[in-house]
């Protein structure tokens, strides 16, 4: 018999292991997790979403929409600017029909569509405007970011598909 293979003290110790990540699911099932949080559980690092995140919604397909105390910009490699609505897609390691991020490159802001990390992981995230991808280090995303006021970022540049 298989079982016979295994010590009755490794026996138990999986049992109770397994009892353990048992009752953790279950506490976690009844503390909602922030919209970080399910960044996170979907491969995307926490900062993509700045401080300020006043309620969020996520439905079972992915699609999300998140409102922020005011429209903002944050700094990172380049600058963000976030919409005080934020909406789009989420799947494993994606967001897709993005609507309320834009991106500053060369004095320009341009509407961000879709955000997409590599699996496995190559340490880099990617920024689609459309017509072109960019690609950021992931650690400068590992942190939600202070955000400063600024209602506009225009002009904005939106590439049709
Ligand atoms: C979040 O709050 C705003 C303003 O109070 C409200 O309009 C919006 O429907 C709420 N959205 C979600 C997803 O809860
Ligand atoms: C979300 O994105 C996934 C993967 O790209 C796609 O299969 C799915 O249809 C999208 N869902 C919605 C609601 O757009
Ligand atoms: C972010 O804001 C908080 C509170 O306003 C401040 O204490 C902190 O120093 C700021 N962090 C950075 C990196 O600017």
């Known amino acids: 018999m298989i079982l ?20 953790l699911r279950v506490s976690n099932s009844q503390i909602s997790p922030t919209i970080y949080e399910i960044l996170k559980l979907n491969g995307l690092p926490m900062g993509l979403l700045p401080k300020g995140v006043t309620n969020f919604s996520v439905d079972d397909s992915g699609r999300f929409q998140v409102f922020l105390d005011e429209a903002c910009n944050a700094k990172f490699e380049n600058e963000l600017h976030y919409d005080q609505a934020i909406s789009g897609n989420l799947t494993f390691g994606r967001i897709n029909e993005l609507s309320g991020i834009s991106a500053k490159d060369l004095f320009l802001w341009f509407l961000v569509k879709e955000i997409w990390v590599d699996i496995p992981s190559s340490g880099l995230i990617y920024f689609d405007v459309g017509v072109v991808s960019k690609q950021f280090s992931l650690s400068s995303f590992e942190t939600p970011r202070n955000c400063s006021a600024s209602s506009v970022s225009k002009p904005r540049i939106e590439f049709e598909n």
């Open 4 to 23: 016979d293979q295994f010590s009755p003290s490794i026996f138990i110790l999986t049992l109770f292991t397994f009892s353990i990540s048992i009752q």
